[in-house]
């Protein structure tokens, strides 16, 4: 039981890198088309992701389930994304919400609402699936070459 539980852990934390790292690539492409940034807007964007993560960590800590596969293979190469695109939603709204309408957040997290974007987050997504898609097949081969 305790193999497995750890590799479940080691599989969520390889997962966790994946989908921040594309999410990240994603923003900072998007940010830099824009034009000339500030380093604290790209901090701020770059933050909606990583928070993301630490709660996508977080959920599978809680609910095992997730990975219920126990390997990175067919399901979770949609699944996974899925769930950290609304991970993101839920820190975007966390983050730029306030308990009073009268008053305005912060002007900084305003950058994070750049993640509110349906193209934004299905660009995600499609390239977070794209990866996890082509790390099984390149083990799929590598374990067939064995």
Same mark, same amino acid.
């Given at each position: 039981?305790?193999r497995?539980?750890?590799?479940?852990v080691?599989?969520?934390?390889?997962?966790?890198?994946? %989908?921040? @790292?594309?999410?990240?690539?994603?923003? =900072?492409?998007? #940010? &830099?088309?824009?034009?000339?940034? !500030?380093? /604290?807007?790209?901090?701020?964007?770059?933050?909606?992701?990583?928070a993301?993560?630490?709660?996508?960590?977080?959920?599978?800590?809680?609910?095992?389930?997730?990975?219920?596969?126990?390997?990175?293979?067919?399901p979770?190469?949609?699944?996974?994304p %899925?769930? @950290?695109?609304?991970l993101v939603?839920? =820190?975007?709204? #966390? &983050?730029?919400?306030t308990g009073? !309408?009268? /008053?305005?957040?912060?002007?900084?997290?305003r950058?994070?609402?750049?993640?509110?974007?349906?193209?934004?987050?299905a660009?995600?997504?499609?390239f977070?699936?794209?990866?996890?898609?082509?790390?099984?097949?390149?083990?799929?081969?590598?374990?067939?070459q064995?």
């Amino acid at each position: 039981m305790s193999r497995l539980r750890d590799s479940k852990v080691v599989l969520a934390i390889a997962c966790a890198g994946v %989908l921040f @790292f594309c999410s990240a690539a994603i923003v =900072v492409f998007q #940010l &830099w088309q824009a034009g000339p940034q !500030s380093t /604290v807007r790209y901090g701020v964007a770059l933050g909606v992701p990583f928070a993301a993560t630490g709660f996508f960590l977080g959920t599978c800590v809680l609910v095992p389930n997730v990975l219920a596969v126990g390997k990175l293979r067919f399901p979770l190469n949609i699944t996974l994304p %899925l769930i @950290f695109a609304a991970l993101v939603l839920l =820190v975007v709204t #966390l &983050w730029t919400s306030t308990g009073n !309408s009268l /008053v305005a957040g912060p002007e900084i997290l305003r950058t994070a609402k750049i993640w509110l974007s349906p193209s934004l987050l299905a660009e995600m997504v499609l390239f977070q699936g794209a990866l996890l898609s082509l790390i099984i097949l390149f083990r799929a081969d590598a374990n067939s070459q064995r």
